[in-house]
């Protein structure tokens, strides 16, 4: 393959490999950010959080989603729909407001119609659902554990995505810290896929988010990774990277972090790679000063510090971004 055609899509195709990036609407205006999108990644993560969807009851916004499905097929792109339950805590108050007071036939129901009507709509513009994310994080689920019941709220779930797409690979999505993977977290994200797959819940892939810091990355961050890729085995379920980026710190030699940062995202894809179970790997964001993560829980002086992506702030390629292509061109 030469030089002009050495793109990550180009690598990801030839290894029927999901390699993607959120798509965020606010940047649509940048046509090099499309440009990139296209060319660089295979799938893209469409945002389909419960209030922006359904932000009055039966009242549903496909707005996003029009948007994304529409450039996601003229690129022939894939779509993961993230998250269909999460957070609905801060959900649209017209549910976070009441729904401690409803029975459970009527939170059931709710959560029955948001998947089935946002999945339905999605169709096979969508090769996969995060259908729960971080089922292990204390309160993020909100009504639907404590009126449902903590594993029956992701066995409706699931089970309600299914119905709606019988082929899409359905996600169980987890974080598991900034310096590596909490094994004890990861026991109990485990722990649920072991019970609900006895009672046939139908759980494809293990959701990964790798959110790294290399001022506290441990050496055997990449030990861990392939524990974890065990693990996922043993249950019988994929492993998809589903949100990664790897900040780095303040102070200090900015030439020699971004080396090190480069280490690091080929270090995990290339552990990915070398794994046939584990079947993606999606950047949260693009451009270092167009991301999700962190943007609203940091000062701008540090959020402008972690520069964490494959792209920097005028969407030129860093040198993370040669350590996912290498670790791409070295393949399976």
């Known amino acids: 393959m030469s030089d002009r055609q050495a793109t990550l899509r180009s690598y990801a195709d030839a290894l029927h490999f999901w390699i993607g990036t959120t798509f965020q609407g606010r940047y649509w205006y940048n046509s090099k ?32 989603m029009d948007r ?7 690129q022939g792109m894939k779509l993961l729909g993230a998250a269909l339950v999460y957070r609905p805590g801060e959900g649209p ?13 009527k939170v059931d129901q709710v959560l029955k119609n948001q998947i089935h009507t946002i999945v339905h709509y999605g169709g096979d ?10 089922p292990t994080s204390p309160h993020h689920n909100g009504c639907w554990s404590q009126v449902l019941g903590q ?19 359905l996600l169980l999505n987890d974080t598991f810290g900034h310096d590596g993977i909490d094994k004890a977290k990861a026991h109990d994200f485990f722990d649920i896929i072991r019970r609900l797959k006895v009672s046939r819940v139908p759980i494809d892939v293990a959701g990964i988010e790798m959110h790294l810091h290399l001022d506290v990355l441990r050496p055997s961050y990449i030990d861990e990774f392939k524990w974890f890729l065990t693990q996922a085995k043993e249950v ?40 046939s179970n584990c079947t993606g790997f999606t950047t949260w964001g693009t451009g270092d000063n167009m991301r999700y993560a962190h943007s609203l829980e940091v000062s701008a ?7 964490p992506l494959l792209f920097n702030d005028n969407l030129d390629p860093k040198p993370a971004f040669a350590g996912v292509l290498q670790a791409l061109r070295e393949g399976r």
């Open 68 to 74: 994304d499905m529409s450039f996601a097929r003229a």
């Open 93 to 105: 108050d017209w549910f976070r407001l009441l729904c401690w007071t409803w029975s459970k036939d």
């Open 301 to 307: 002086d540090e959020f402008m510090a972690e520069k």
């Open 33 to 64: 950010y499309k440009h990139i999108l296209a060319t660089q990644f295979n799938s893209g993560v469409s945002i389909i959080m419960f209030p922006m969807t359904q932000p009055l009851p039966g009242k549903f916004d496909f707005e996003g």
């Open 151 to 169: 594993d029956d709220y992701i066995a409706r779930a699931f089970r309600y995505a299914r119905e709606a797409a019988p082929n899409a690979q």
């Open 236 to 275: 019988g379920v994929q492993v998809q990277i589903t949100e990664m980026d790897v900040n780095l710190p303040r102070g200090g030699s900015l030439p020699d972090f971004l080396q090190k940062q480069r280490e690091v995202y080929y270090n995990v894809l290339h552990t990915c790679l070398r794994d």
């Open 125 to 134: 513009a969508f090769y996969g659902w995060e259908v729960v994310n971080e």
